[in-house]
């Protein structure tokens, strides 16, 4: 089955100590994002990933890095995490030939 | 700045209804636009993608259509069942963007009454 795939589901975590949130797919996609959610704010890009080692910030992307050193996966790394970051995280990654995304079942991750 | 806007907020229609959810963007020079399913403590699932040159697309008891001079789309639930209940996005792939970026609204929460 054609999926992306994150983990941990949730997790509550303390300030500053860091974390990975990792996203995996297996319809062999080229590129891969990270989007955050939160209630007013709707559905924001992170980091996206064009291809192996090409990154690039999105929108929202302090706090954060990522890193690609294989295709089918694209972590999201939190080196410090703040209260601030409490969010929602889907990771996506998109069908070239339409642009079609496909997003992964999301992540809730509580900063205390 | 692109931005995307879903009327209504909220939605509570008896079983069996069509319903129409509406869409709407300020800048028509898109590659895309999808519409998305959000289910409470789930992801998105895709539901249908327009391509900029298509008018609409269909799939199963779900229609949507895209009217990118004005600025609109449309999505069309025939029938609406209780297990249409959720929250749905539409969200856009501005054209020049080379972030590949989708903008979302900030959605439609449906409720499908038995």
């Known amino acids: 089955e054609a999926q992306v795939t994150q983990n941990p589901r949730y997790l509550i975590t303390v300030t500053g100590k860091k974390l990975t949130v990792t996203c995996s797919q297996n319809?062999?996609?080229?590129?891969m994002s990270w989007y955050r959610q939160d209630p007013g704010l709707g559905l924001r890009q992170i980091y996206y990933s064009m291809n192996v080692e090409v990154t690039d910030k999105g929108d929202v992307p302090e706090g954060y890095k990522v890193s690609r050193k294989e295709k089918r996966n694209f972590p999201l790394i939190l080196e410090s995490p703040s209260p601030n970051q409490t969010s929602l995280y889907f990771c996506?990654?998109?069908?070239?030939?339409?642009?079609?995304?496909?997003f992964g079942e999301g992540s809730r991750l509580t900063v205390l | 700045k692109q931005e995307v806007t879903q009327i209504p907020a909220a939605l509570s229609v008896p079983e069996g209804e069509n319903l129409v959810l509406n869409c709407s963007f300020t800048?028509?020079?898109?590659?895309?636009l999808q519409w998305f399913r959000q289910d409470p403590g789930k992801g998105l699932t895709s539901l249908l993608l327009?391509?900029?040159?298509?008018r609409e697309q269909t799939s199963g008891r779900l229609n949507a259509s895209l009217d990118k001079s004005s600025g609109r789309s449309t999505l069309y639930i025939a029938a609406s069942q209780p297990g249409d209940s959720a929250t749905y996005l539409c969200a856009v792939s501005p054209l020049m963007d080379s972030s590949y970026k989708l903008i979302f609204g900030s959605g439609t929460r449906l409720l499908v009454r038995p």
């Open positions: 327009i391509q900029s040159s298509q």
């Open positions: 800048d028509s020079a898109i590659y895309n």
């Open positions: 319809m062999n996609h080229e590129y």
């Open positions: 996506a990654s998109r069908v070239r030939s339409t642009g079609e995304l496909f």
